[in-house]
């Protein structure tokens, strides 16, 4: 697997939490899986062997350190280290503008990737290579146009996972003799892109499979709505485009045994749940009486960017506010979002607490200590808090978009199988409706009861999306073979 990001080392979002918890599904079912990652500023891999080899990226040659270490049975984590092009500040920007040479950056991150599987003397030859994002996008093009430069991996199948569309890696295309491609890549059927060079749609092109990270998305991006101009593209590759459901790492988020939460529960014994909510409120310097208590808390962890509805809060605010809960929220993201929400504390300070930044401990207190927990996203690939709620007993509103669909069926009076509240209308109206509709029913605790606990006890782990991942590498690899013969 390449990918530009993975838990616990480097994180901004879901991408990482995918990488990290996949490779260790597949290996349970007795896959080997090495993961490749750039070697960020302040990112450590424990007792790692350090191999340099060099690496070409067009008419360049890098000398790469690369840091490998067995993470656990049959699972092996390999840092590329290259301080030049990753010993920054950020992973991605700088001031929140794009550092200028990222196209050199995960290009060579791809090229070193594939040289180290390639000469890899530890173990046979791959029989995948599975990119994610943007970032990974060039694995199959390099693969595809370079046989000889990579004779072991062309036999490889080539999956390429689609995590979030709207990020798409787009350069000039002046890049692509500088990433050592040819112009054969650059046709409005591969990797061009009204008159630039895209990563990801270049991703799409090349690969074998592609896959998508909830079934609903896949099918929102072949539409103009949500395929940020590449509907047409994946409506084309529909017969080999897959949309598989991300599960949630069921160790490191399991309400039992957090070691980040002053007490621990399960379905059948919540009471650590009302001294994680007191805990909570402490955090943020609210009352903690019965009162306070017995009032629902609505959280919210995210990044504060226009994808995630943070604008539908704001449009909403004075009468959200209006409504009998304590509201949670912590992020980081645009300035005017984090203003918005610092604004909105101090206006509020007995009912709104706000933490700008990301805090695991915190994450994980917020989603334990809510009653609620609101994710009113504009589009949303899968999502992955909705499921951490579920699993923490803690009840989502959600816009009914992606991943989100997928998994939150909302209740009714007459509803079987209801386990959280959704909504279809990206308008503020939408947005109060609905949680003063959860706020309703938390008063009617025999209701509110069986919604936590059918949350509690769905299974959301990896284990069915990882078996439908080796499905698709079978797939994949099949193709390669029947290419290879052809």
Not at 1 to 23: C, F, H, Q, Y
Not at 108 to 130: M, W, Y
Not at 398 to 416: K, N, S
Request: with cysteine; charged share 20%.
């Amino acid at each position: 697997m390449i990918a530009s990001e993975v838990a616990p080392w480097a994180k901004t979002g879901g991408l990482a939490d995918v990488t990290a918890a996949l490779p260790a599904a597949l290996a349970r079912f007795g896959h080997d899986v090495t993961t490749i990652l750039p070697k960020y500023r302040r990112t450590t891999l424990a007792n790692a062997t350090i191999l340099r080899r060099p690496a070409s990226l067009g008419v360049r040659t890098y000398d790469v350190a690369f840091h490998v270490a067995t993470v656990a049975p049959r699972q092996r984590v390999v840092m590329v280290d290259v301080p030049e092009l990753f010993d920054r500040e950020g992973y991605y920007t700088t001031g929140g503008v794009d550092f200028q040479d990222n196209a050199q950056r995960f290009g060579l991150l791809v090229a070193a990737a594939l040289e180290f599987a390639e000469s890899d003397e530890g173990s046979r030859p791959f029989d995948v290579i599975h990119a994610h994002d943007w970032q990974a996008g060039l694995a199959s093009a390099f693969v595809r146009t370079m046989p000889e430069r990579f004779p072991k991996l062309s036999r490889a199948g080539l999956v390429f996972t689609i995590h979030n569309l709207a990020y798409q890696g787009i350069f000039a295309k002046d890049v692509v003799p500088v990433l050592g491609l040819p112009w054969t890549v650059f046709t409005l059927d591969r990797g061009e892109f009204w008159g630039q060079f895209g990563f990801l749609k270049t991703g799409l092109a090349y690969s074998d499979v592609l896959t998508t990270v909830s079934p609903t998305y896949a099918s929102e991006t072949m539409t103009p709505e949500f395929g940020c101009g590449l509907d047409g593209v994946l409506r084309s590759l529909a017969d080999r485009y897959v949309g598989i459901l991300n599960g949630i790492d069921t160790e490191a988020w399991n309400p039992a045994t957090d070691v980040h939460l002053p007490a621990t529960f399960d379905s059948e014994d919540l009471s650590g749940k009302a001294a994680c909510k007191r805990a909570l409120l402490e955090r943020f310097g609210m009352a903690v009486g019965d009162d306070a208590l017995a009032r629902p808390m609505i959280g919210l962890v995210s990044r504060l960017v226009p994808q995630k509805g943070i604008e539908l809060i704001r449009q909403a605010a004075d009468a959200l506010l209006k409504l009998d809960a304590t509201w949670i929220f912590v992020g980081s993201g645009e300035p005017r979002h984090e203003q918005f929400l610092r604004e909105l504390a101090e206006r509020f300070p007995r009912r709104v607490g706000t933490f700008i930044g990301f805090d695991e401990s915190l994450a994980h207190l917020v989603e334990a200590g809510s009653d609620v927990f609101l994710m009113p996203s504009m589009f949303e690939p899968c999502g992955l808090n909705q499921m951490y709620s579920l699993r923490y007993g803690t009840v989502p509103i959600v816009r009914a978009v992606g991943g989100l669909d997928d998994t939150i069926q909302p209740y009714t009076a007459r509803a079987t199988g209801a386990n959280g509240f959704k909504f279809a209308e990206a308008t503020p109206e939408a947005l109060v409706r609905t949680t003063r509709q959860a706020l309703r029913l938390y008063q009617n605790k025999a209701a509110w009861m069986s919604l936590m606990r059918q949350g509690m006890t769905a299974d959301h782990s990896w284990e069915t999306s990882a078996r439908e991942y080796v499905r698709v590498y079978r797939r994949a690899r099949h193709s390669a073979l029947a290419r290879m013969a052809g």
